[in-house]
């Protein structure tokens, strides 16, 4: 449904934020995968993004029921008391009013 970067040079280069983000919205997620600190979106249009979890790293999603789950590497930990996460990068809403993010 709608989607928010926030503008950062060492994750974004070249002012991709702003690109991704208006490619996101509209766009229907088949599939979010992920393998060791590796995650990538599986998109019904090209391009399909994908993100490197670095040392602490994490993707979340607040449920409309207020739970979160979270793709976390060994070591980081998600607070599930403050939305968005704390050095959010992303922010997605999703149709149903599910929200993600990392």
Known sequence: RT???????????GGCSEALAKHMAGTRVIAACRKGKQLWLELERAPHPSFHLGMTGSFAALKVDGT?????????????????????????????GEEKGG
């Open 3 to 13: 989607c928010v970067t926030t503008p950062d040079e060492k994750v974004f280069v």
């Open 68 to 96: 979160v789950e979270a793709a976390e590497y060994v070591n980081s930990k998600v607070d599930a008391t403050e939305w968005p996460p704390k050095h959010w990068k992303m922010h997605m809403e999703m149709e149903g």
